[in-house]
């Protein structure tokens, strides 16, 4: 009786089961099954997801995502700590919790589809699951670059929509009523509220980023806190350097401000001459003041959106507006301020439509009647 001879090459026969073996740049992999059928079928998966460029290394796709999630982290040495402190709560808070034991090649997106829709069922805000998405996406990307994914189980995934927070802005009346109620900080007030800018950046200010000739003031370098409260120097949100124009009204402030300090000072500064602390002004000296001055609601934050709205109701175009803010992109200024802008056309649209009720003046009667005539022949 002739051998029987095994026909699949790279599957044999091993103890009770098949054996699946095949070469991938120049690395043998093999796996056990309980039948040939299955080995074979393996092997081709194998040899096609490699051809795809989708094969994955499986000791690097055995990690968890908790795993990988701790190697990005380390890896993130271009975000601001206030960034990685917001990613860190993210994962301990939400992620981790529901992902951490799983391993990225189990993650599915039904699975991640389920978990955001219970999250909503159960209270989580909108904002707070895309803010989790978005970091889900980021960390899982980087797993496909580092060849332990072939694709993104993240993407796709349906989210529930947030109701837009109105940006509310204060007029120039309510900027001064209450810069006045913030006493020795009134300049602070006036300056947030006239040049948008942002805490971290104000209170990283120094008397020489102050040039009263030219009416400018640069930015390039902002305050953030670190996990344990420290204060931590570094580049602006978007790491790039800009200069605002100043309003002649805060020329005369700034100078007594300058004052104050030296060159290397802290053009805000605290009672000992050191940078504001966030939560001491807030509570001690703004929080008083927008009470005093009957503004309930209002944030250090809405200063910022006030500078805005001055600006834009001023005319100001939108890539002015962008680079005062110091916005990576006049789109995302359009995101945050284009109702603004809204109304803002609506007033243009009816400055043209002016034209069209007007009388005609003597010239524009002069040549329709020229006109007529030259057809009339």
């Given at each position: 009786?002739?051998?029987?001879?095994?026909?699949?090459?790279?599957?044999?026969?091993?103890?009770?089961?098949?054996?699946?073996?095949?070469?991938?740049?120049?690395?043998?992999?093999?796996?056990?099954?309980?039948?040939?059928?299955?080995?074979?079928?393996?092997?081709?998966?194998?040899?096609?997801?490699?051809?795809?460029?989708?094969?994955?290394?499986?000791?690097?796709?055995?990690?968890?995502?908790?795993?990988?999630?701790?190697?990005?982290?380390?890896?993130?040495?271009?975000?601001?700590?206030?960034?990685?402190?917001?990613?860190?709560?993210?994962?301990?808070?939400?992620?981790?919790?529901?992902?951490?034991?799983?391993?990225?090649?189990?993650?599915?997106?039904?699975?991640?589809g389920q978990w955001v829709a219970n999250q909503y069922k159960s209270?989580?805000?909108?904002?707070?699951?895309?803010q989790c998405m978005v970091l889900m996406k980021l960390i899982l990307?980087?797993?496909?670059?580092?060849?332990?994914?072939?694709?993104?189980?993240?993407?796709?995934?349906?989210?529930?929509?947030?109701?837009?927070?109105?940006?509310?802005?204060?007029?120039?009346?309510?900027?001064?009523?209450?810069?006045?109620?913030?006493?020795?900080?009134?300049?602070?007030?006036?300056?947030?509220?006239?040049?948008?800018?942002?805490?971290?950046?104000?209170?990283?200010?120094?008397?020489?980023?102050?040039?009263?000739?030219?009416?400018?003031?640069?930015?390039?370098?902002?305050?953030?806190?670190?996990?344990?409260?420290?204060?931590?120097?570094?580049?602006?949100?978007?790491?790039?350097?800009?200069?605002?124009?100043?309003?002649?009204?805060?020329?005369?402030?700034?100078?007594?401000?300058?004052?104050?300090?030296?060159?290397?000072?802290?053009?805000?500064?605290?009672?000992?001459?050191?940078?504001?602390?966030?939560?001491?002004?807030?509570?001690?000296?703004?929080?008083?003041?927008?009470?005093?001055?009957?503004?309930?609601?209002?944030?250090?934050?809405?200063?910022?959106?006030?500078?805005?709205?001055?600006?834009?109701?001023?005319?100001?175009?939108?890539?002015?507006?962008?680079?005062?803010?110091?916005?990576?992109?006049?789109?995302?200024?359009?995101?945050?301020?284009?109702?603004?802008?809204?109304?803002?056309?609506?007033?243009?649209?009816?400055?043209?439509?002016?034209?069209?009720?007007?009388?005609?003046?003597?010239?524009?009667?002069?040549?329709?009647?020229?006109?007529?005539?030259?057809?009339?022949?």
């Amino acid at each position: 009786m002739p051998k029987k001879v095994n026909r699949i090459p790279g599957v044999s026969k091993r103890n009770n089961g098949w054996q699946a073996r095949v070469s991938i740049n120049g690395r043998e992999i093999s796996k056990q099954f309980d039948t040939q059928d299955e080995a074979a079928r393996w092997k081709s998966e194998q040899q096609r997801a490699h051809k795809r460029g989708e094969w994955l290394d499986p000791d690097l796709s055995k990690i968890t995502f908790r795993e990988w999630s701790a190697l990005w982290l380390k890896a993130k040495n271009d975000i601001q700590p206030s960034t990685m402190r917001n990613y860190v709560s993210r994962l301990d808070t939400h992620l981790l919790p529901a992902f951490g034991r799983y391993r990225l090649t189990e993650l599915t997106n039904n699975q991640i589809g389920q978990w955001v829709a219970n999250q909503y069922k159960s209270g989580t805000g909108a904002v707070t699951l895309k803010q989790c998405m978005v970091l889900m996406k980021l960390i899982l990307n980087s797993a496909i670059y580092d060849g332990r994914l072939a694709r993104n189980p993240a993407q796709g995934i349906k989210l529930p929509k947030a109701m837009k927070a109105e940006k509310k802005a204060l007029t120039f009346n309510e900027l001064r009523a209450l810069a006045s109620e913030c006493g020795e900080y009134q300049t602070l007030t006036l300056f947030a509220g006239m040049t948008g800018m942002r805490w971290g950046e104000l209170n990283a200010l120094v008397g020489s980023d102050v040039n009263l000739l030219k009416r400018t003031v640069k930015v390039n370098k902002s305050y953030s806190e670190g996990k344990k409260g420290e204060k931590i120097l570094s580049g602006t949100k978007t790491h790039q350097a800009r200069e605002i124009p100043l309003a002649k009204e805060l020329l005369p402030l700034v100078e007594k401000q300058l004052q104050l300090g030296g060159a290397d000072t802290p053009l805000f500064q605290s009672a000992n001459g050191m940078p504001l602390q966030y939560n001491n002004f807030m509570s001690r000296i703004f929080k008083p003041a927008v009470k005093r001055a009957g503004l309930e609601g209002v944030s250090f934050h809405n200063l910022r959106h006030t500078a805005a709205s001055l600006l834009i109701h001023s005319g100001a175009p939108v890539t002015t507006v962008a680079g005062i803010l110091g916005h990576a992109s006049t789109q995302m200024t359009l995101d945050v301020y284009g109702h603004w802008y809204q109304n803002d056309a609506n007033t243009w649209m009816d400055r043209i439509s002016v034209g069209l009720t007007e009388p005609l003046t003597d010239w524009e009667r002069t040549k329709s009647a020229v006109n007529l005539t030259s057809s009339s022949f």
